[in-house]
């Protein structure tokens, strides 16, 4: 092929658009963590495409219990994340039981969600309810 090879976004990790990158680098100083993501390898995709903190939700893959939900739940009542970044890993793997899975459902039922690009996003300073 043409150029052939490549990193595909970083080891299969996300592309992060301009569009994208604006939304998360806005007042991402003011926040622990200007947004967290399933799995380390999307959210190092976030952080180097923005330079800002990204909270890499489950480990390497999503599958750890870190954090646990009543962690996930106590720093987004803080104030400390921005931005949820939906889809990534997490998805198939490791069944519907685990903190990644648990955190994500809590996120989608309770705030709004923003498409930017081809990525979606949940502003957790602004719950639905």
Request: charged share 15%; hydrophobic share 35%; aromatic share 10%.
């Amino acid at each position: 092929g043409a150029g052939g090879g490549g990193m595909g976004g970083l080891l299969n990790g996300a592309e992060v658009g301009s569009e994208a990158k604006k939304l998360l680098e806005t007042d991402a100083d003011a926040y622990t963590w200007a947004a967290a993501a399933i799995g380390s390898q999307n959210a190092a995709s976030y952080q180097l495409g923005t330079g800002a903190p990204v909270m890499a939700i489950g480990g390497f893959n999503g599958t750890d219990p870190s954090p646990t939900l009543a962690q996930f739940k106590k720093y987004v009542a803080d104030g400390r994340i921005h931005y949820f970044i939906g889809g990534g890993a997490g998805g198939g793997m490791g069944g519907d039981s685990g903190s990644a899975s648990q955190i994500t459902s809590w996120v989608e039922d309770n705030f709004e969600e923003v498409t930017v690009g081809s990525a979606t996003f949940y502003d957790l300073t602004s719950p639905t309810a």
